[in-house]
């Protein structure tokens, strides 16, 4: 197939740091490209790929300083999709809202994966006006506030399986926190859990501009004034398989709807169990007793850290490879570019008309 995909431009293909979407779409597009698949990227400059890539500005907007506004850099790459449209049999969007009104003539071959928290009040007026749009969430929970949207299927993220290797042991002996510095993350109930189960809490995480004032004036002192804290800020790929490889456990004390967590499944894959409060996609992501713990309050967490014994590691990366690979992740969005209203019927009549012959049929 010939599969276009639509990033944000914020972080690039993959990150080279922080970026949860961006990543998913690098993991999601190496690996229709390893299976013969034609892809073409849209995604910044400095992004890295074996598929086509038809690059927006020159480097991440998160890491220019000279860049003030994203949204003009978005709309002109958006508009480049939509020139380009007709080369493509499915085009695959991971820019939430903004390219709703610019495909609504070809809607039935997009399909666009939704990878925030969607229970924002304006969100159920803005779905049901395009309702054209075939949706896919990440998580079952991640979709309950639009009940009524177009969502098409839900794919759990997935990675490659030998990214972020196995570790059979946890020898550095500490608690981990991987992520943002914000409330909604649970970074002050990961230090009052490690504090109370008597172990290090080591973070890394960045601070956003937007959570400054709250790292400033609530987590900082924290991690300044508890012994058992070190704050190790942001970590690159190459870090983040020693960090989460050697860690007792990952706590994921969040609170707020998450729609998925790539920490966790990044924590499973080396064999590392996560404990996480009962939010959002958690119990869907960690197996109670098999990948981890899912609690309820800090209490909770720290008796859990209490029962990691009884955790196999090597059952820990099972789970993962039963169900979070890229390969299944793959497999999952071909079966929806299949299922697309108009793909075959539009990817056919626009073969004819540019004299292509190549078929629709998936390559293995």
Known sequence: ???????????????????????????????????????????????????????????????????????PHHLMMLDEVRRRADHFDVIHFHTDLLHMPLVRDFAGRTVTTLHGRLDLVELPAFYRTFSDAPLVSISDDQRRPLAGANFVRTVPHGLPPDLLPFSDRAHGGYLAFLGRISP??????????????????????????????????????????????????????????????????????????????????????????????????????????????????VGGGVEAVGWLDSLSREEVRRAFEERFTAARMAADYLDVYRGLARV????????????????LEVVA
């Open 1 to 71: 197939m010939r599969i276009a995909q639509v990033s944000p431009l914020y972080e690039s293909v993959p990150p080279k740091l922080y970026g949860g979407t961006e990543r998913i779409v690098s993991y999601l597009t190496e690996e229709l490209v390893r299976q013969g698949h034609e892809v073409t990227l849209f995604a910044s400059g400095d992004s890295v790929t074996s598929a086509e890539l038809v690059p927006f500005c020159d480097m991440a907007l998160r890491l220019n300083p000279s860049v003030t506004d994203p949204l």
């Open 184 to 297: 909604e993350k649970g970074p002050e109930a990961a230090i009052a859990i490690a504090e109370r189960a008597g172990l290090p809490l080591r973070m890394a995480a960045k601070v956003d501009e937007a959570d400054r004032d709250y790292w400033n004036g609530v987590v900082e002192p924290l991690v300044r004034t508890k012994p058992h804290v070190e704050f190790v800020g942001e970590i690159d790929e190459r870090e983040k398989a020693s960090f989460l490889g050697h860690a007792l456990a990952l706590l994921v004390p969040v609170d707020w709807p998450e729609p998925f967590g790539l920490v966790m499944i990044e924590a499973m894959s080396c064999g590392t169990p996560v404990i996480a409060f009962r939010r959002g996609s958690i119990p869907e992501i960690v197996e109670h007793g098999r990948s981890g713990f899912v609690v309820d309050t």
């Open 344 to 359: 075959r019927l539009d990817a056919a009549h626009l073969r004819r008309a540019s004299g292509g012959h190549r078929s």
